[in-house]
């Protein structure tokens, strides 16, 4: 991995992931915000943080590509479809990209990481993994030896993937999601938060975990 030179960055977003985002940039990159950008139909106020927010659509004139480089700072939505669409699109505009890795990150030397790729404090990654374009990794997750994760995959908080796992592009893993080792998401599946994933799943999937058992008790009455 190696150490980004520092750069001007806009921010595609201006919800809370492009908050959080612009936070961490700012706090733990060597990169400057300067702006975000977002569809002209979204923009609900010109300021946000004290930085313009101005159209994607005529982005280019306010945010050269020459001199300033990009993050895509959206959610899952829609199964990642949104980032992945604003990412490539930007990148046919001639954007280039900026990514964040935590300082409390712990990543092996040899990972190979994509463009705008954010890997959260206290995550994990070890030797042997590749990480495609646009892959979000939150805080506090483990990605073992030789995991392949496809473009634009969002994994959220807490999330473990033994070895040898491949993530399927555009999928998304709640938060504590577990996959065992040598298990393949299929493309654009949604593995809800607190599932254990045993064996494959095919493209598309939704898989979500049990319910917990509800007591018919006061919980003055349990022993603890
Ligand atoms: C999997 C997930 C995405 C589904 O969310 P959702 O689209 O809001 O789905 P709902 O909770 O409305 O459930 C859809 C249906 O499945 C059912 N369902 C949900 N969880 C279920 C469970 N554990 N067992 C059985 N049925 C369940 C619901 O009852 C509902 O059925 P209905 O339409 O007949 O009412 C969600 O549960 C989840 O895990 N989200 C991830 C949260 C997370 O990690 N956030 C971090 C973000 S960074």
Redesign the pocket.
């Known amino acids: 991995m190696q150490p980004q030179a520092t750069a001007a960055v806009v921010i595609y977003g201006n919800g809370q992931v492009a908050e959080l985002a612009m936070a961490r940039l700012l706090a733990d990159s060597p990169h400057r915000v300067v702006g975000f950008t977002v569809d002209g139909a979204l923009i609900r106020q010109a300021v946000l943080h004290g930085l313009p927010v101005v159209p994607f659509e005529e982005a280019e004139r306010h945010f050269p590509p020459e001199q300033v480089r990009m993050f895509v700072a959206v959610?899952?939505t829609q199964c990642n479809r949104i980032r992945a669409e604003r990412f490539e699109q930007a990148r046919r505009r001639g954007y280039g990209f900026v990514g964040y890795v935590s300082s409390r990150a712990q990543v092996a030397a040899d990972v190979q990481i994509g463009e705008n790729v954010s890997i959260g404090e206290g995550t994990i990654v070890h030797p042997f993994v590749r990480i495609g374009d646009d892959v979000h990794i939150?805080t506090a997750s483990v990605i073992s030896h030789h995991c392949l994760l496809g473009d634009h995959s969002?994994l959220?908080?807490g999330c473990l993937l033994a070895g040898n796992v491949k993530v399927g592009p555009r999928s998304?893993?709640?938060?504590?999601?577990t996959v065992r080792d040598h298990v393949a998401i299929g493309e654009a599946s949604?593995?809800?938060?607190?599932?254990t994933v045993l064996r494959n799943t095919a493209p598309s999937s939704?898989?979500?975990?049990?319910?917990p058992v509800l007591l018919p008790v006061d919980s003055a009455s349990v022993r603890l």
């Open positions: 959610g899952p939150g969002f959220a908080v998304f893993l709640g938060a504590r999601a949604v593995i809800g938060t607190g599932v939704v898989l979500v975990a049990p319910e």
